[in-house]
């Protein structure tokens, strides 16, 4: 069974043709032709998911897992307003996304008509490319016209998608009747438009001559795709005496050589230390840093030289930009390791020494923590069995997880494209039902009740395991300063009493909770087995004592 609108067998079929195999869909009827044969198509799996909002953010983690287009179709009107956070998330992750927004025709906008916005160009500022389809339902040569006009947008949509690696809109208009339907479903010849871009031209050797003249280098890695062979080829930076390679948790690379705890290793370093730790070449790659204090300190003493490599787009987040490389850092550093030299320094080991007595501190001081999410934190790291994916949601839950060392067969993702919270748990369910790995997610208490609706969804995982770290309020407003000098706390941290136990007798997990470090302990005994239904660990800490206890450890670990 497909929809006898022709527009909509096209938009079908183009997608197909594109390899999209994945769609998930919200009600509505004006998107009945899309739904009816998107659902009924035999390479395609429909998934359903009714909140527009977590419908794309489930999406968004299926597309970040399988790093190809997935497609969300909704109905007309606010629905698609709904998908904007993670379009905006899309864009800044460089995630492919397929948005397919089902409209009224034009006669029909701003007359009065119900469920009708303007919708066309309704994500101008973040998406990479709006197809504004024309329903086909006019004479023969006007509707061919038409038709040829439709595929050459659709076409360069999804070829931008899968090209640069992130989303676009295509809005079809559909007039009445909206149900009509027919046995086959047609095929159409897609044009090629979009024509090949030229690789940008890299003179390494002029780079290498800065690079390897320079005793001070340091390579720092945002939020990254776990990738083999770039992690191979990292090795020869790491066996050079002149060259500090710093990774945050999200940069999924793990060299011994290098500092995996940024914040653990620079917090608490005096001005001395901050011009010793200064580079005279700085390489950035990857997605968005989160640690504050890298920023600060890079924009503070800036390097004579700052690369920043990536495929798509420029960042100079340090105001030092020399050089913006547009190339894959795989394709990089396969091409400039040809020309690197080492060089002798005692940059590095005097860097890995003060690492190491960080450590050591760090190590120390959570042997005797009480308590805390801090503490926490550790037990539940330690916890996730090896070849996890480990989620994370945004705000003080990702600031903690960069105090500790990741086991390297794990991979961790988190969404820092935009930083919200308001996607996470939505994000996180659609990345455990593309990957086949354990998935655990770990969250916040704000960030799980805002997306909670993300619960309401038939294709978790049983496996899936969510961590929900409960301090009752935003406790990272206890902990960066400024709100605790106003009279108006209670609007930052918005302070609760609520728990997750009836949201899972309400969505059929498995409820187990904790509130004392030999309680977590506990818990945590069999939480990863197999079950029958995916499985949330709440864990109560002070509210209070949390940020007194954060405060007290970079204090110790000076």
Same mark, same amino acid.
């Given at each position: ?12 079929? $183009? ?16 998107? $009945? ?21 977590? @419908? ?76 504004? %389809? ?143 730790? &200064? ?5 950035? /790659? ?45 394709? /990089? ?40 999410? /801090? ?26 997880? &960069? ?24 994000? @996180? ?24 609706? @993300? ?32 009279? $108006? ?8 009493? %609520?728990? $997750? ?58």
């Amino acid at each position: 069974m497909y929809p006898k609108k022709e527009l909509a067998q096209i938009v079908i079929s $183009a997608c197909c043709q594109f390899n999209i195999d994945t769609v998930v869909i919200s009600p509505g009827s004006r998107n $009945a032709p899309l739904t009816v044969g998107f659902s009924n198509h035999p390479e395609i799996v429909a998934l359903s998911v009714v909140d527009e909002r977590c @419908a794309a953010f489930f999406a968004l983690g299926i597309a970040q897992q399988t790093q190809k287009p997935v497609a969300i179709i909704c109905t007309s009107g606010s629905a698609l307003l709904n998908y904007y956070p993670a379009i905006a998330e899309a864009f800044y992750s460089n995630i492919p996304l397929v948005v397919i927004s089902a409209d009224r025709p034009k006669h029909l906008i701003d007359i009065g008509d119900g469920q009708t916005i303007r919708q066309e160009n309704v994500f101008d500022k973040h998406i990479l490319f709006s197809a504004n %389809l024309e329903d086909i339902n006019s004479s023969a040569v006007e509707s061919l016209k038409l038709k040829n006009k439709n595929l050459k947008l659709i076409s360069e949509a999804l070829q931008i998608s899968v090209s640069q690696k992130g989303p676009v809109h295509i809005n079809v208009p559909f007039d009445e009747p909206l149900y009509e339907t027919v046995a086959e479903l047609k095929s159409f010849k897609l044009p090629n438009v979009i024509a090949s871009v030229s690789k940008q031209s890299v003179d390494y050797k002029k780079l290498a001559s800065i690079w390897n003249a320079s005793t001070k280098k340091m390579i720092l890695v945002g939020v990254n795709y776990p990738d083999a062979d770039l992690h191979k080829l990292m090795d020869l930076y790491a066996d050079d005496a002149s060259v500090l390679i710093l990774t945050e948790t999200t940069s999924n690379l793990h060299q011994e050589k290098g500092i995996d705890s940024i914040d653990q290793l620079i917090f608490s370093l005096d001005e001395t230390q901050f011009e010793d730790l &200064q580079p005279e070449v700085l390489i950035t /790659f990857g997605g968005m840093i989160v640690s504050k204090k890298i920023k600060q300190f890079l924009r503070k003493y800036s390097p004579k030289q700052h690369w920043n490599i990536d495929e798509f787009k420029k960042m100079d987040t340090f105001f030092c930009l020399s050089e913006f490389i547009k190339i894959k850092p795989v394709d /990089f550093f396969s091409n400039f390791n040809r020309f690197v030299i080492s060089k002798k320094s005692n940059y590095q080991q005097k860097w890995l020494q003060i690492r190491d007595e960080k450590r050591v501190k760090h190590s120390a001081y959570l042997s005797k923590a009480t308590h805390s999410d /801090f503490k926490v934190f550790e037990q539940v790291i330690e916890s996730v069995p090896a070849n996890s994916q480990l989620q994370i949601s945004n705000s003080s839950i990702i600031r903690y997880a &960069q105090l500790f060392s990741i086991d390297k067969t794990n991979t961790v993702f988190c969404n820092r494209g935009t930083s919200g919270i308001d996607g996470s748990t939505s994000t @996180a369910i659609g990345a455990a039902f593309a990957n086949k790995n354990q998935t655990v997610f770990i969250t916040g208490d704000i960030s799980f009740f805002y997306d909670s609706n @993300a619960l309401w969804n038939a294709n978790i995982p049983k496996n899936f395991r969510i961590v929900l770290i409960n301090n009752s309020g935003g406790g990272i407003f206890k902990i960066i300063p400024g709100p605790g000098t106003t009279n $108006a706390a209670k609007y930052f941290e918005t302070p609760h009493n %609520l728990t $997750a136990e009836h949201l899972c007798k309400m969505y059929n997990f498995d409820y187990l909770k904790a509130d004392a470090t030999i309680t977590v302990k506990e818990q945590l005994v069999g939480f990863y087995e197999t079950s029958e239904k995916p499985k949330i660990l709440e864990i109560f800490t002070p509210s209070e004592e949390n940020n007194l206890i954060l405060k007290e450890y970079f204090k110790y670990i000076q």
